[in-house]
């Protein structure tokens, strides 16, 4: 199982790239440069690249509406370049709250746009002039929609891979199926390891019948928080805030995604207040009604004992690798915890 960590957005850039520095050497696998809408990622991931020597590279994620899918594409060949084969491009149709409410763009058709984004970025990194008569993208653009000097053209550089490794992040049913079926990674949020297979399982299933072979065994990148140790369990407070936000204020009422999983969890009535509250301008008493034995459950926070059981349970349940936040508010504290995992893990 690998082990990977995200760059926080909110701030902190310089000091998270320095805990990378620092957890590459004691094993850290992949880095997450997330994007939503702060900072954008690929600057970051630049400065990244040229940071390291070893460890892996993601964005995480693109959103399909922001940038045209060839960008996209260049984009992914030139973070390959830069790094020299370490990136892996993960890419996400977010919300209609950040969407429309940030980019001005309108969220529509994210499933179909998804799988044409896709087969573009592919297209581009095989150095195939491109042509792509979609209902969403058409490459060339068609004359009667612009001037009409539009023509195929390929990219001039030769990328370091013609298949960069795609990873999407998706929690609803036909995503989910989608990304099984056409993307070397899997992105959930949330992860329940008891719970996935009667969520997710159905979907998976779905879309691995259609996989090509070619694509190699789906990588399942869940994100978890972390700390090893006895007496560690008010930690999960930490965890709280973030929870309540995506579960209560990514969305609206009636329209958010996570506080959906949080249903189909089992979770209906927490879930409900926790938006309720989190609407109302209530966060820390949004915070407060997120339900502990849910922190549990999409955490690794406990003994080393614990942790390996939960370890087992998220192997079990076909997580390949770990995107941990070490909950720890020094940097000898995160690299402990990233070092301890290692060691349960090997």
């Known amino acids: 199982m690998r082990i990977g960590t995200q760059i926080s957005y909110a701030g902190g850039f310089a000091e998270s790239v320095a805990d990378i520095v620092e957890l590459e050497r004691v094993g850290l696998d992949i880095a997450f440069v997330p994007e939503a809408y702060s900072f954008d990622a690929v600057s970051q991931l630049g400065y ?38 370490r990136f892996t491009l993960g890419m996400g149709a977010s919300g209609p709250q950040v969407i429309e409410g940030f980019h001005g763009v309108r969220y529509d058709a994210p499933l179909a746009r998804t799988r044409e ?11 195939e002039r491109v042509v792509h008569e979609g209902r969403h993208y058409q490459i060339p653009l068609p004359a009667d929609q612009g001037t009409g000097l539009g ?63 070619a694509l190699g065994e789906l990588d399942t990148v869940v994100g978890a928080a972390l700390a090893i140790g006895e007496d560690v369990e008010q930690l999960l407070d930490w965890v709280r805030p973030m929870v309540a936000l995506y579960v209560g204020g990514m969305g609206a009422r009636g329209k958010n995604f996570y506080n959906d999983l949080a249903c189909r969890y089992g979770y209906e009535a927490e879930a409900k207040l926790i938006q309720d509250l989190y609407l109302d301008g209530k966060k820390e008493e949004a915070a407060a009604a997120v339900p502990l034995d849910l922190l549990r459950s999409i955490s690794l926070v406990g003994p080393a004992g614990y942790v390996k059981e939960r370890l087992a349970a998220f192997a079990e349940a076909g997580v390949t690798t770990l995107q941990v936040t070490p909950l720890a508010s020094g940097r000898e504290g995160r690299v402990a915890a990233v070092r301890g995992l290692r060691e349960l893990i090997d």
């Open 151 to 213: 023509k195929p053209l390929k990219l001039i550089n030769h990328p370091v891979r013609e298949r960069i490794p795609i990873m999407l992040a998706a929690i609803g049913p036909k995503n989910v199926a989608l990304t099984a079926e056409i993307a070397e990674g899997w992105e959930p949020i949330f992860f329940h390891p008891e719970k996935a297979a009667e969520v997710w399982g159905g979907p998976l299933a779905e879309g691995k019948a259609k996989r090509d072979p």
């Open 48 to 85: 990244l690249a040229a940071k390291t020597e070893r460890v892996e590279i993601a964005s995480g994620i693109f959103q399909i509406y922001t940038r045209t899918p060839t960008l996209t594409a260049m984009t992914a060949a030139g973070l390959d370049f830069v790094s020299n084969g």
């Open 117 to 127: 984004v896709v087969e573009i970025c592919r297209q581009v990194w095989r150095r």
